[in-house]
């Protein structure tokens, strides 16, 4: 525990909830004294010198004195390396079967006593004494991992080990999962271990969060990769950005030491450009779900509507002052006394006819969900579960228990199979309340305790599919798991639509059943701030669905910082507003006329533009590149884009410069190169460079790209096409995907092309046949107004 944990528990051991979570912390506390043994003598181990190899398909096995190492180019490209007999599976984060290797690819000596994988896309090279290096086909060294140590306990457990990695002296690192201060990593140590952080919202300085994972993604003049160490227990990576030219005029190399506390020694790495890493992420880690329809449209949530009278006020104040609503969330007061699966027959009477009813007005219900289950024989769902005995226990047999908002609670493991069919089955509950979308909350998981972490202790039993094991393993994996409960369980519902949840925590594979949100972020400008480094880390981790509690969760916001985080808000995948039972009211109405006529622009936008979002939804799913991208995404080897966190790229065809610092009515912006247009003035500027532009509270910079097509809602509510002139001398276009509604159906990718011709703009849609007329009608914008058809 660090001085400001420490200082954080003795304020929270003072409040109630603190006070109450004094048993629970010490009853934690007890069980692990008592059932995890203390490490004792250690005994140091690396690889040694090499003694042998054995070639296979794709690699082949590396044989030194104390150690062996597996190494295998996929067929897509993918390193996968393993230490001690590891192997892809089993593992939370691949989607299925691991991939095939590449028949073309094969071990062979190399120079110094090493070998080395050559294959089309890659060079693995393996020095005498366990080093392993990834090359580019050119021989650029993109990654060095020098090699690995252990420490074994003498009487037996879990090896400690550490992986020391060296990449380019002008890398860059993102990821990590959710990371505050993000999205680029600086020099710092980050701890691997699921966290909700005491004392109410976070800001920049806060680490780690509730969203971890061992995914690095490193950029560099030489190129790109992705580094994903498999391994679900606690770890800490300590980076050190490099330095070019340091003290003697030799460059420092970057560099990465992973400490994991247990768990197998093995990794991924990808590489290409952005959007091929991220494209063989997912082909690893499975497809990004898209939302429905609805939910990329403008959410609203609070703590502590506290009733059918209040939902139907604020869906009223929507609709009277023309404001677009796609959807409602419901927070654990609607709840029987906080109990998951429950209703308050008093403060919601008839939750059906609620939800119908908002429905016809186009309004969806999101209803909460929290894991820990009140333990109070009795009550429908602790009966339904203890009999099938699907709680988590400790290696006494009994179940164990934790203190979260309903009191004494059990906690389903979601690393058995059984418990996540019954766990599953409970959303038939909420179907026939009428929720359409489900928000995980809790489920890192939490454990209320005014002292040490806030979860379940480390010696309680998981099933983890099986092989068995204790909650040092699980813990990472206990959100991810929760989510593919509900995701398979919904599918099972309602096979003809795609379920929609998002959850606080999570790890590598989360795309797979939904998105996640920032979780309680602090209502200040750096909590704005975070809240889109949040957003970006994740998405350059596989999550491309997320975004932050607009406005803050804790306290109240100034009307300018309402506003701005409102205008953010509105260009991330996630738009909703959120706050705690105790903050200020989150309605744009709540702060006055200038702001509601403000956030109205930002609404009316964000509809206008929900066609971009749909296809965006849709090419995450087919190609994994987030919505909302770094600036350096299309230009990695641009190092000035590379150190920008304050703008971002939406999709191809926008970027959107937030305002995040108080008082301002102008910005600095890089541009990438190329020309862009302000969407409102219609201005065009020269990239790349840095250009100062005007933001006013009335709106948020957003510039578009030249010559680009994108789909956007018309005056008529349909399908239209917005092309941006292109350049002189150069050519542009789009990629559009027509909503295929909320169901399985295949998505319909349409291609573009764009090109000026005088103050002309020629649009075609690109065919098999050849090029031909648009489907949808076109409206210009850069130039005068004109469309040549072919």
Known sequence: MDRRELVRSMKEAGSIQGLRGVPSAWRRWRTDAGELSARGPERAR?????????????????????????????????????????????????????????????????????????????????????????????????????????????????????????????????????????????????????????????????????LTMPVQLVVADGG?????????????????????????????????????????????????????????????????????????????????????????????????????????????????????????????????????????????????????????????????????????RDARGREVHGRVWPGECAFPDFTAPAARAWWGGWYEERLAQGFAGFWHDMNEPVSFASFGDRTLPRSARHRLEGRGGDHREAHNVYGLAMARAAFDGLRGLRPDERPFLFSRSGWAGLQRYGGSWSGDVATSWQGLRASLALVLGLGLCGVPYSGPDVGGFDGSPTPELYLRWFQLGSYLPLFRTHAAIDAGRREPWEFGPEVLEHARAALVERERLRPYFVTLAQLAKLTGAPYARPLWWGAPEDRALRDCEDAFLLGDSLLVAPVLERGSDRRAVRLPRGRWYDTVTEEAFEGPGQVLLDAPLSRTPVLARAGTVLPVRGADGRLELEAWAPSPGRTGGGLVVPDPGDGWLPAEVERYTSRLRGTEVRVERVTDGGPVAPRWPVRVRGVAPGVAQP
């Open 46 to 210: 690396v690889p040694g010198p090499v003694s042998g190899a054995e070639p296979l398909p794709g690699g082949g096995t590396v044989r030194f004195a104390r150690a062996e190492l597996h190494v295998c180019v996929s067929l897509g490209g993918a390193v996968f390396w393993a230490w001690d007999g590891a192997r892809p599976l089993p593992s939370y984060a691949l989607a299925g079967a691991a991939p095939e290797p590449d028949p073309r690819a094969g071990l062979e000596p190399d120079t110094d006593g090493g070998w080395r994988v050559v294959s089309e896309r890659v060079t693995v090279a393996i020095s005498r004494h366990g080093g392993v290096e990834v090359r580019t086909p050119g021989g650029v060294v993109l990654r060095r991992e020098l090699p690995p140590r252990w420490w074994e306990p003498v009487a037996g457990g879990p090896a400690r080990w550490v992986q020391r990695t060296e990449v380019a002296a002008d890398a860059r690192f993102f990821g990590l999962g959710g990371r505050a201060s993000g999205p680029r990593l600086r020099s710092g140590t980050y701890r691997l271990w699921n966290t909700d952080p005491r004392g109410g919202g976070f800001g920049r300085d806060e680490d780690p969060l509730y």
């Open 224 to 392: 790109t990769h992705l580094a994903f160490h498999d391994n679900s227990w606690e770890g800490r990576v300590t980076l050190r950005e490099g330095e070019e030219g340091a003290g003697s005029g030799h460059d420092r190399p970057g560099t990465s030491e992973l400490r994991m506390e247990g768990g197998p020694l093995r990794c991924w790495v990808v590489t290409g450009t952005p959007a091929r890493v991220l494209h063989g992420w997912a082909a690893l880690t499975g497809a990004p779900t898209p939302p429905p329809s609805w939910a990329l449209g403008p959410q609203h949530a609070r703590w502590g509507f506290g009733s059918e009278r209040e939902v139907r006020r604020i869906v009223a104040g929507y609709r009277e002052r023309g404001l677009p609503l796609s959807a409602l969330h419901l927070d654990i007061d609607h709840y029987d006394a906080h109990q998951v699966f429950t209703v308050d027959r008093e403060r919601f009477p008839d939750l059906p006819g609620l939800a119908s009813e908002l429905r016809e007005d186009g309004v969806r219900l999101v209803s909460i969900v929290d894991p820990a289950v009140k333990a109070e024989p009795g009550t429908e769902v602790y009966d339904s579960g203890a009999a099938a005995d699907v709680f988590v």
